[in-house]
């Protein structure tokens, strides 16, 4: 009977949304309304309404997806959601306030006399509003309407011109700041202590002992790693369809032609180019730079990444009036001063004072933060006052997240009506079950992913499927894959499915705002290349996992490949407590690394034998003679777990 109201819980999930009733219902409803069923069922013919479940009651299943949503607010490691309305106040904020479609003329009239220059100069601005939106239905629309049209006025062909604008507009989907990534980092996070406990159950019953060592554990990730392991993959898609434009231009030049306008190259349109150009790019390296340095969290990146879109609005909105860069101005001089006043007195706290210089410190402080204060509530102002600008984007930011937070809720609640009728056990004995171990489970739910994102939003996919799969997946021993590189894997997978047709959301989007001479299987013949290209992205990235673990693993300081510590202080205490352990045990230690020279090493490849070498020649240089704490040059990557190697 399981097995029956399994069934009947997917057949009302696929009615309610085949007949388009609102998905944040429909995955709820369809869960209580199984529930309810199967509870009265076994009330009736059983005289138990927990009778027809694998274990439990119906208010234990129907106050699960409640219990799991709330765990997002009372756990502090689960706070990553609070970043989807700051981030999505930043998109909204970017493309209310025109600064998206100045990006567009601007770069089109720069590589305007590149042959492919429009389509080139579309894929790069579709990279600029991804790292600064993240929102995929309004990129589409906003370069299907400023771009299609001036693409299909040069005689561009109409289905490189639809796939490149279609396959563009998805890139929010994996280059961070996503949206996508937050709510995959999130699902991920409660897979990971799942796939823990199923490693947990293996290994006591592979070998008796309780206590599993912590290196067969599965590593948890945060949306702040996802950012960092999709940055990489991202910049080799763009890579991908600027190469492929460049050389169909370059191939078939009638279907790609430059565009050579006159007074493009002038000391007037640079100073545009400047000023279109380098605020985003500083708005994303304060975003994600602020991320990778470990100045700041996603949610707080998130914070400087909506003050900077509002005070960019202020400037945009009052273009050509007296005074309009003058907020811009003093929040830039507000945060140089902050900069200035932090490199010449360090760290700067009021609960810390002892000196004069401290006083000094302080008060040019808070000099400059209300500066910088003053300049966020003139920008705000701004936005408010001109066309009522502030409202509209607050108003759609509480749509936007209120939807994605109800989706989430609905979500938990179809889980956990799927868990109460056995689904994940059933799918979890289907896909242990199948040969070639992780790699065929891992395919056929890449397969299944992919097909469900020709019906359903990047939202549903990842809350619904996601918790079910991934604890699975990483639960695998043998796997030996990360919890990031599996969320970038899926948000490839994801972004594929939505330029595939008929039922591709993105061609949707398009197809809303193309003009009537654009077919519709114009677009479909012109997304496929893209797809292709998108399958090769995803298959380098499974070919080589570096492209997502290194980021990752380089901002941890306990990891293998971590740079040394960027905090001058820390630094010197390593240098200083390597050099007194290397003058205290030098000796034994030196005797050790002789000792580990005379293992044959012919094994290994020969940039690893050389960097082994090194690592072995460091402490016995003469940097290390006790004239500098630390050894000073011996910092060779083969060395770095020797005293004088820190």
């Given at each position: 009977m399981e097995l029956f109201f399994l069934l009947l819980l997917v057949v009302l999930m696929a009615f309610a949304l085949g007949s388009g009733f609102p998905v944040a219902f429909a995955l709820p409803g369809s869960a209580i309304l199984t529930i309810a069923i199967a509870a009265g069922t076994g009330y009736l013919f059983a005289g138990e309404t927990g009778a027809y479940f694998s274990h439990g009651g119906p208010g234990q299943w129907l106050s699960a997806g409640v219990t799991n949503f709330r765990g997002i607010y009372w756990e502090a490691e689960r706070d990553t959601l609070i970043a989807i309305p700051l981030f999505v106040f930043m998109g909204i904020m970017l493309q209310r306030s025109k600064i998206a479609e100045d990006l567009l003329v601007t770069m089109a009239r720069l590589f305007g006399p590149v042959p492919g220059g429009l389509g080139i100069s579309v894929v790069f601005v579709g990279a600029l509003l991804a790292a600064t939106t993240g929102i995929v239905g309004a990129t589409v629309v906003a370069m299907g309407l400023i771009s299609l049209p001036a693409m299909l006025r040069n005689k561009y062909s109409v289905p490189l011109a639809t796939g490149t604008i279609a396959a563009s507009g998805t890139l929010g989907q994996i280059i961070p700041p996503s949206i996508v990534l937050i709510i995959l980092a999130d699902q991920l996070a409660s897979a990971v202590d799942q796939a823990g406990s199923l490693r947990q159950t293996l290994y006591k019953s592979s070998t008796g002992e309780i206590s599993m060592p912590s290196d067969y554990s599965v590593v948890s990730t945060s949306a702040g790693e996802m950012f960092l392991g999709a940055f990489l993959p991202g910049l080799v898609l763009v890579g991908l369809y600027m190469l492929f434009i460049l050389g169909f231009a370059l191939l078939k030049p009638s279907s790609a032609p430059a565009v050579h306008e006159e007074g493009t190259f002038t000391r007037g349109f640079a100073l545009k180019v400047l000023i279109t150009l380098v605020p985003p790019l500083a708005l994303i390296f304060l975003v994600l730079g602020s991320i990778i340095a470990g100045v700041a969290t996603v949610n707080q990146a998130g914070a400087i990444g909506a003050v900077g879109a509002m005070i960019m609005a202020g400037y945009r909105l009052g273009e050509g009036k007296r005074g309009a860069y003058s907020p811009a101005i003093l929040s830039i001089l507000a945060l140089l001063g902050l900069a200035v006043v932090v490199s010449f007195y360090g760290s700067v706290n009021i609960?810390?004072?002892?000196?004069?210089?401290?006083?000094?410190?302080?008060?040019?402080?808070?000099?400059?933060?209300?500066?910088?204060?003053?300049?966020?509530?003139?920008?705000?102002?701004?936005?408010?006052?001109?066309?009522?600008?502030?409202?509209?984007?607050?108003?759609?930011?509480?749509?936007?997240?209120?939807?994605?937070?109800?989706?989430?809720?609905?979500?938990?609640?179809?889980?956990?009506?799927?868990?109460?009728?056995?689904?994940?056990?059933?799918?979890?004995?289907?896909?242990?079950?199948?040969?070639?171990?992780?790699?065929?489970?891992?395919?056929?739910?890449?397969?299944?992913?992919?097909v469900l994102g020709f019906f359903l939003d990047f939202i549903e996919i990842a809350v619904v499927v996601v918790p079910i799969v991934a604890p699975i997946l990483l639960a695998d021993p043998g796997a030996n894959v990360t919890a990031v590189w599996l969320g970038v894997m899926i948000g490839l997978n994801i972004q594929t499915s939505f330029l595939t047709p008929p039922f591709g959301f993105a061609l949707f989007y398009l197809r809303g705002v193309a003009p009537a001479v654009v077919k519709t299987i114009d677009m479909y013949k012109g997304v496929i290349a893209f797809i292709c290209l998108q399958l090769v992205a995803l298959g380098i990235v499974g070919l080589y996992p570096q492209l997502v673990n290194y980021l990752p693993n380089r901002s941890s300081l306990l990891s293998e490949t971590a740079p040394p510590p960027q905090n001058p202080r820390l630094q010197f205490c390593m240098e200083k407590r390597s050099y007194e352990q290397f003058q205290k045990n030098g000796d034994s230690i030196l005797a050790a690394i002789q000792s580990a020279e005379s293992i044959d090493m012919s094994y290994l490849p020969e940039d690893i034998r050389e960097d082994v070498a090194e690592g072995f020649e460091s402490p016995g240089s003469p940097a290390c003679d006790g004239s500098h704490p630390g050894g000073g040059e011996g910092r060779g990557r083969g060395g770095r777990g020797l005293p004088a190697d820190s």
């Open positions: 609960k810390l004072i002892q000196t004069s210089d401290d006083v000094v410190a302080l008060v040019l402080a808070l000099i400059a933060v209300s500066l910088l204060l003053i300049a966020i509530f003139w920008s705000g102002w701004r936005t408010l006052a001109m066309g009522n600008t502030l409202r509209g984007v607050m108003v759609e930011t509480a749509k936007t997240t209120s939807l994605v937070f109800i989706i989430l809720l609905g979500a938990a609640m179809l889980t956990a009506a799927f868990r109460a009728f056995g689904g994940e056990e059933l799918v979890k004995n289907f896909l242990l079950g199948l040969p070639g171990g992780f790699w065929a489970q891992f395919l056929i739910v890449m397969l299944v992913i992919f």
